[in-house]
């Protein structure tokens, strides 16, 4: 199973920004997707995540009715649309793959993608 990211970039304080987990491999849509971010000098937070099925989602308080996140099977794609960006949204973003379930081990990793909320 391969992860990539893509979608970052700059972006002023209450824009929008879509990034886009690029999935491939063998089974890959038994996997549960999981988007994490760290932050200049922070640990790395989980924002959000979405079951194999697409038909359970969490996400972390601090994004909770300003991020949403969905899958399309067909593409191979897993979705975390950002909204009401804010400048400590700024970090560097990655999605990860668990088994099936938000609640497993995430074991495999994207590259990360930067994502900047700036005038």
């Known amino acids: 199973l391969l992860l990539e990211e893509s979608g970052g970039g700059l972006v002023q304080p209450g824009g929008s920004l879509k990034l886009v987990c690029t999935l491939s491999g063998d089974t890959w849509d038994t996997y549960a997707i999981g988007w994490f971010r760290r932050a200049p000098g922070k640990e790395r937070e989980e924002v959000s995540c979405?079951?194999?099925?697409?038909?359970?989602?969490r996400f972390a308080p601090a994004v909770k009715g300003r991020f949403t996140t969905s899958r399309d099977h067909v593409k191979n794609m897993v979705y975390l649309e950002m909204n009401s960006l804010k400048p400590e949204d700024t970090g560097v973003y990655y999605c990860?793959?668990?088994?099936?379930?938000?609640?497993?081990?995430?074991?495999?990793w994207g590259q990360g993608i930067q994502v900047t909320v700036s005038s």
């Open positions: 990860a793959a668990a088994d099936t379930v938000c609640l497993a081990d995430f074991t495999t």
């Open positions: 979405i079951s194999s099925s697409g038909t359970s989602t």
